[in-house]
């Protein structure tokens, strides 16, 4: 936090000189100023004028150019216009050059104090804080997850308007056992973030299990609500389909965990959910290699992916590839998503009803789709500007045939 304020301290330093700056140039200034308005002969020159062009009209006045009534008349708009040069010349005496130097300093303090107090609203010196503490307890030769976690209470004590503090410590309680501990601060981070649907689907599913894998009402109506706002949220169902595996619906089971797998980022989950697809499979009397016969004998494409060399260099081999089967009209959801590493490219990959996201949008159910192939360094399933990406139009869709396979290759980025 020192090193901080100094480096806030060392950012004012310029400010300030600017405010003073103004000062050791006012000496100067005021000199060139006295020295203007004592030399300055407008008005004597504003004089002559006038008598040069009276001297002119007395002279047509004397000739019989202009009679005496037009003589009174010129005469008078040249006064008028003598007097009003005269007033435009006057001038306020000079201020002195010390003038308004006392004001400087309150200025100074007050931009000082106003820089300080927007930081603490708006600034980060909580979440520093909280990173200190994490530093503290990972340097504490007696350092543990007991330590960290009276730490991290205290700083919600001190900063409770923190997102940072609940979404550390809710993680921290779930997984040591702490359930209500774990409930109240993912409330106080719904209070503070919104019901957003990965905070309500987190609420949906600590309770879900809290309550002994039980659709409570109360779970019924985070799930609604989850759902409501995003259809294709993996924890949600992800917990629906432990819920109809459960109750012995394996169909429905593997039919949530499909969906869920096509959305979730985290692959250690993704696997735990093909997982429970193949013993949900096994219920159902289809052994899992069964299964894999029956699914390549469906309708689908098989598509073949790969990476043009000239954008091998912006990506990682981390980085998650999306590819997509939709219809040719963008009418529907996807029909059919699988998700990947650029690790993994080039890679051959089916797309059949196995891969779809919803019971009522599936491959089989169109003649032909468009594939979209989609590197995202972010993860995120909306394409975000510099992703990579590939796509092929009108691909024909029927029998997965072992040596037939549509091309596309990621050669394009988006803007």
């Excluded at 005021?30 to 002559?48: G, I, K, P, R």
């Excluded at 019901?195 to 799930?223: G, K, S």
């Excluded at 590493?341 to 949008?361: F, G, I, K, Y």
Aim: glycine share 6%; charged share 25%; net charge negative.
């Amino acid at each position: 936090m020192t090193l901080l304020w100094i480096a806030i301290a060392v950012l004012l330093l310029p400010a300030l000189w600017l405010l003073v700056l103004p000062l050791r140039n006012a000496r100067p200034l005021h000199d060139q100023l006295h020295a203007f308005e004592a030399n300055d002969t407008s008005a004597e020159q504003n004089v002559a004028i006038f008598k040069r062009r009276l001297a002119s009209l007395e002279a047509a006045r004397e000739r019989g150019d202009i009679d005496a009534a037009r003589f009174d008349e010129d005469r008078l708009e040249l006064e008028r216009s003598l007097l009003e040069d005269t007033a435009v010349t006057a001038r306020r005496p000079l201020e002195s050059a010390n003038a308004g130097r006392l004001v400087v300093p309150f200025v100074m303090v007050g931009v000082v104090v106003a820089s300080v107090l927007w930081y603490q609203q708006n600034g980060a010196e909580g979440d520093l804080v909280l990173l200190a503490v994490q530093e503290e307890v990972q340097n504490d030769p007696e350092g543990s997850l007991t330590m960290f976690i009276e730490r991290m209470e205290e700083q919600a004590e001190r900063q409770p308007g923190n997102p940072n503090v609940w979404s550390a410590l809710f993680p921290i309680y779930r997984e040591t056992g702490q359930m209500p501990q774990a409930v109240n601060a993912l409330e106080r981070l719904i209070d503070i973030e919104g019901r957003i649907p990965p905070l309500l689907a987190q609420l949906a599913q600590i309770r879900f299990f809290m309550a002994e894998r039980e659709l409570t009402d109360e779970v019924q109506a985070l799930v609604d609500e989850t759902l409501e706002q995003d259809p294709r949220q993996p924890t949600v169902l992800g917990l629906l389909g432990i819920h109809a595996f459960d109750n012995g619906d394996y169909e429905q089971a593997i039919d949530r965990w499909r969906r869920a797998v096509a959305n979730i980022e985290d692959p250690n989950t993704a696997a735990s959910l093909r997982d429970g697809i193949r013993v949900a499979q096994e219920r159902m009397g289809i052994e899992p290699e069964d299964a894999a016969v029956e699914t390549a004998q469906s309708n689908g494409i098989r598509v073949s992916v790969s990476l043009d060399e000239a954008l091998a260099e912006r990506v990682n081999d981390n980085d998650t590839v999306f590819i997509t089967a939709r219809d040719i009209a963008g009418e529907l959801p996807p029909l059919a998503v699988v998700q990947t590493l650029v690790s993994e490219l080039p890679m051959t990959v089916v797309l059949d009803n196995s891969a779809a996201m919803s019971p009522q949008a599936q491959i089989s159910q169109v003649q032909e789709a468009r594939l979209m192939v989609r590197v995202s360094s972010s993860g995120q399933a909306m394409p975000q500007p510099g992703d990579l990406f590939g796509d092929l139009e009108g691909v024909s869709v029927g029998p997965i045939a072992d040596d037939e396979a549509a091309e596309v290759v990621i050669n394009r980025v988006f803007e």
